[in-house]
Nanobody, 123 residues
């Protein structure tokens, strides 16, 4: 079992930056593959970035070069650093965990989800 709590969302202007955090608890966190997803109103959920226990990363094309996923296993935390934010990045952002599909950006492969944190980017 893994429990996830996101934080760090907020409102920024286009071009700004935010860092999202996902605090994880549970005995299997260090072996879990972690991902960040987002969902905007009226749109399907989109995989943004994923990181394996050994820190191999995967990114959606829409965020490559702007977003960075990282993890601190000692602190049981996963981060999503978001730079050069655009209005199209506005969404609810969710952290998720899976044991078996490291690197996947498909939400159906993740077993555990946080409640989400809202990111709003104004032009």
């Amino acid at each position: 079992q893994v429990q996830l709590v996101e934080s760090g969302g907020g409102s920024v202007q286009s071009g700004g930056s935010l860092r999202l955090s996902c605090a994880a608890s549970g005995s299997t966190y260090s072996r879990s593959c972690m991902g960040w997803f987002r969902q905007a109103p009226g749109k399907e959920r989109e995989g943004v970035a994923a990181i394996a226990p050994y820190e191999r990363t995967t990114y959606a094309d829409s965020v490559k070069g702007r977003f960075t996923i990282s993890r601190d296993n000692a602190e049981n935390t996963v981060y999503l650093r978001m730079n050069s934010l655009k209005p199209d990045d506005t969404a609810m952002y969710y952290c998720a965990a899976t044991r078996y599909f490291c690197g996947s950006l498909e939400g159906s492969r993740y077993n555990y989800w946080g409640q989400g944190t809202q990111v709003t980017v104004s032009s």
